[in-house]
């Protein structure tokens, strides 16, 4: 599996600090990119000097659904 590490280009909303027991939404804007059909898109969050970390996987066909959800709701 090869990983490419992307930095992203805009960042909306991103938060210094979240206290414990909050949410807070952000918007993380990448470079443009193409996945093939067999390959996965994983989203890895970490928490700077603390524990909490969050990982997300997408295929390209949930990638692909997202897309058309969001075209046809804007």
């Keep these: 599996m090869q990983r490419l590490e992307m930095v992203p280009m805009y960042k909306h909303q991103g938060q210094n600090k979240i206290s414990g027991g909050s949410s807070k939404?952000?918007?993380?804007?990448?470079?443009?990119?193409?996945?093939?059909?067999d390959e996965e898109l994983e989203i890895d969050l970490k928490e700077l000097n603390g524990?909490?970390?969050?990982?997300?996987?997408?295929?390209?066909?949930?990638?692909?659904?997202?897309?058309?959800?969001?075209?046809k709701n804007i």
């Excluded at 939404?25 to 059909?37: A, E, I, N, Q, S």
């Excluded at 996987?57 to 969001?70: S, V």
């Design 25 to 37: 939404r952000f918007v993380y804007v990448l470079p443009k990119f193409v996945l093939g059909d």
């Design 51 to 71: 524990n909490r970390r969050i990982n997300l996987w997408y295929k390209n066909h949930q990638i692909k659904r997202l897309n058309a959800f969001w075209r």
